[in-house]
């Protein structure tokens, strides 16, 4: 951190405000985590089991995770076509990703297992609130991917620069990755 | 991220690394929107911050002198008070219920509007560029965002002040169930809602600032300015942001639930509580101090997010005219991070008298100790930096003294707080608002005030009136002892927090006198700080007219920038760095700027 200034080359300052702003996103589903670890300890925590859906969706996102790294890979190598079509996969697998995690609610639902409202328990409820807010971060990067998507296929500005796309990479990747703590948690930690 | 963004940013860069080219690209098709209003110069945007948070501060500050013209005369009634506050101020006497509003508004807007948006907001935005050799922030965008967050966060919190239900009314923490609940009081209706929406924008605005307060510090830095090259101010608001963005978004966590509480019956924080009027709720083992750990894991950061940038600033002033290098810059940086980490482990001791564990508490009680010992290395540096210096008395010179003298004072209360066994008898009485007031509040304000003097010929290319700002510091410094000095012994007598009227308890009636004084002197220091805007608003067009490019005969960046620097600060190449900030009174020179290259016969520091 010292010499930094010296260095040849240097992260893009965009790329490290990302890195930051995901240490950001980290502290906030520490906290939600602990909150329910917390809350897990108290009386009146129901035990259920996890929406079966939600193996499908970490499959999902596993997957959109590899497409993207592929993604960014033809787009270094100038394979315009071939980036084209993997960031719109990559997109596509992103909102199956959030609507297989709302029919998981859904299917919570069907079983009387009460997110919100009265009758509910904060074990669903935190599941709702934290799955939710991840949900709208996966949303958040699907957003991303139809600016970089847009100037994909902008035929009068060509952009050469692979900055864009390997941000929107690594936030792909820390959102998947971010999941991927999210379920493991669900199941064997909280 | 947008594409303007992007490709901004991207011109930004080339810029920097080019040097020796000039950079008229950006004075071109300036309107008055662009320059004035949504400005992506950091100095703009800095300025933008400091009004803003000067407007809230009057508000707050008026709030203080409503609700201690109620304290100190709890029979008097004031018709003109029913004139300016209708119903809030029944036969010219505030009522309960205003009381509270008044008293959560002044805590949400001075802790997070004025003394985090206003302070860090404003010397962020200005000195980081400006010290650290850079044209404009990482993100010039994000940082104007930054800003018209925190605008609509403020438009949002003042029209809570004008709904029917009145504003918040359940103190600044806002904890569950007052907070949860739309039928606990009258502030818990659309005031909480639009608290609620005012506090998410504002948590927003931090964000995006600090997010790219820590890029531009990491990254932007010009050629020669190695971390350990930059001033101490840099470094405070470095690790204010860092504190910011890290905590933050434990409260938005918090947040996030009790809205879910609020509106779609969720049990987060809520139980089978009775409410006068309404029966037992219907939620089920929820528990309030799940919210208190979640708030004050920021609420505790969020104190060194105020002082921090405070300390920074004052090292810097007070070094520049005690015309000696800053003591111990090391343990400094050392001292500034160890607060930084030690802040996120003591937030319990909020939370002393919740029922929490008392060996957890003890635990607690060594954390919220060890920060005596930073705060002492810097304090003692403060002291040897003074110490046989050639003291320039300006006004910024004496703000930053003062706030010396106010940390400690503060500080050393902060000792008896931080002991459980005595904070049974001291929580929430007036011993903690002396505390927290002296210790962050007006010690804060005080860097705050230091730094406007110091930095207004840079701000606005004119000084601040001297004589003016003397009798603001006399007058404040002593105002600020007459207020807070006397709340200890009455808190320590156990008179409590948040009381409507003491004269009805036997044990406080004794104090009746003392509330008149306090409150009495809290008009004076506040029309005192009405002097002190005149002078700002006065001097931006009348006052003196800055003819140095460097009045202070300071060795920072921002004083070899042009007197009326421009959109990217320096004409031509961007300065280079070869030696650290604190280049005073060596080898015979009364300071050598940064910029000057390290002589062959020149000794070493």
């Known amino acids: 951190m010292t010499s930094s200034a010296d260095q040849p080359k240097r992260i893009h300052p965009h790329k490290f405000t990302l890195w930051v702003a995901m240490g950001s996103i980290v502290m906030a589903f520490a906290g939600l985590t602990s909150a329910y670890i917390v809350k897990k300890n108290q009386s009146s925590w129901l035990e259920f089991d996890l929406p079966v859906l939600f193996w499908y969706s970490t499959a999902v996102i596993i997957i959109s995770s590899i497409t993207i790294h592929l993604a960014v890979k033809s787009f270094k190598a100038r394979e315009m076509g071939r980036y084209r079509n993997l960031i719109t996969i990559t997109a596509i697998l992103g909102v199956l990703f959030i609507l297989l995690q709302y029919l998981g609610f859904r299917d919570l639902e069907a079983r009387n297992i009460a997110l919100v409202g009265a009758k509910s328990n904060s074990a669903a409820s935190f599941l709702l609130v934290i799955t939710g807010l991840h949900m709208l971060h996966v949303l958040g990067g699907v957003i991303a991917l139809l600016v970089i998507f847009a100037r994909a296929f902008n035929k009068r500005v060509k952009s050469y620069s692979s900055v864009p796309v390997e941000m929107a990479a690594t936030y792909w990747h820390f959102v998947d990755i971010l999941w991927i703590y999210l379920f493991v948690f669900y199941n064997w930690i909280g | 991220m947008s594409n303007e963004a992007v490709v901004h940013a991207h011109g930004a860069v080339a810029a920097h690394e080019v040097h020796g080219d000039h950079h008229h690209e950006h004075h071109h098709h300036e309107t008055f929107i662009s320059k004035y209003v949504f400005s992506q110069d950091h100095k703009m945007i800095a300025k933008q911050f400091l009004i803003t948070g000067m407007v809230w501060a009057v508000l707050g500050g008026l709030m203080s002198v409503l609700f201690r013209l109620q304290l100190g005369y709890p029979d008097a009634t004031f018709p003109w008070l029913e004139d300016i506050l209708g119903k809030w101020a029944k036969g010219g006497r ?127 830095r010009t050629k020669g300015m190695s971390m350990t090259r930059l001033p101490l101010t840099i470094w405070a608001l470095f690790f204010t942001a860092v504190l910011g963005v890290l905590s933050f978004p434990v409260l938005f966590s918090g947040f996030i639930l009790l809205i879910f509480d609020r509106n779609f019956g969720t049990s987060f924080y809520l139980s089978d509580i ?132 106010l940390f400690i004072s503060g500080g050393l209360t902060g000792i008896w707080l931080g002991n459980s066994a005595l904070d049974i008898h001291l929580h929430d009485t007036y011993f903690v608002i002396a505390h927290f007031h002296i210790v962050m509040g007006v010690a804060s304000m005080f860097g705050m005030f230091a730094g406007i003097y110091h930095w207004f010929p840079k701000m606005y290319a004119r000084y601040l009136n001297n004589t003016m700002g003397y009798i603001h510091f006399w007058v404040t410094i002593a105002g600020a002892y007459l207020i807070f000095w006397p709340m200890h012994y009455q808190g320590l007598a156990g008179m409590p927090r948040r009381y409507y009227d003491y004269s009805i308890w036997e044990s406080f009636k004794q104090f009746a006198e003392l509330n008149r004084f306090i409150s009495t002197v809290a008009m004076i220091v506040f029309a005192v700080q009405l002097l002190f805007l005149f002078n ?29 620097p421009g959109h990217g600060n320096w004409e031509g190449e961007i300065p280079e760095v070869h030696r650290w900030a604190y280049d005073y009174g060596k080898d015979g020179k009364d300071f050598i700027p940064q910029t000057t290259p390290v002589g062959a016969d020149e000794s070493h520091h």
Do not use: C
């Not at chain 2, 920060?371 to 403060?382: D, E, G, R, T, Y």
């Not at chain 2, 700002?536 to 042009?562: C, H, M």
């Open chain 2, 94 to 220: 505030i009522t309960p219920e205003a009381y509270y509003a008044l008293v959560t508004t002044h805590g949400t807007v001075l802790v997070f509007f004025v003394l985090t948006a206003g302070l860090s907001g404003t010397f962020a935005n200005f000195l980081i560029p400006l010290q650290i050799g850079a044209r404009d922030m990482a993100s010039p965008f994000m940082n104007m965002l930054s800003y018209w967050f925190f605008f609509a966060a403020s438009i949002v919190m003042l029209s809570s002040m004008f709904v029917e239900t009145g504003p918040f009314s359940g103190g600044w923490t806002a904890y569950p169930p007052l907070s949860a609940l739309g039928d606990a009081s009258p502030g818990s209706k659309t005031g909480m809602d639009l608290w609620l929406i005012s506090m998410a924008l504002f948590v927003v605005s931090s964000l995006l600032g600090g997010l790219n307060y820590i890029a531009t510090v990491l990254n932007m």
């Open chain 2, 274 to 405: 009775f409410i006068n009027g309404v029966g037992a709720l219907p939620n089920e083992g929820g528990s309030a101090i799940l919210y208190q750990h979640l708030f004050w894991f920021l609420g505790h950061p969020e104190v060194y997010i105020i002082l921090l940038p405070a300390m920074g600033m004052v090292s810097e002033i007070l070094s520049i005219n005690s015309r000696k290098p800053i003591f111990g810059y090391i343990a400094m940086i050392g001292s500034i991070f160890a607060i930084t980490v030690l802040a996120f482990l003591v937030w319990a001791h909020h939370m002393f008298v919740t029922g929490l564990n008392p060996f957890l508490g003890s635990i607690f009680v060594l954390l919220t100790l060890l920060i005596a010992v930073p705060s002492a290395i810097k304090v003692f540096n403060w002291l040897t930096t003074l110490w046989r210096g050639n003291i320039r008395f300006t006004p910024a010179m004496m703000f930053a003294i003062g706030f010396v003298s």
């Open chain 2, 536 to 564: 700002f608003f006065y001097s931006i067009f009348k006052g003196r007219k800055v003819t140095k490019q460097n009045p202070w005969d300071a060795t920072t960046l921002e004083w070899t920038a042009p007197i009326h």
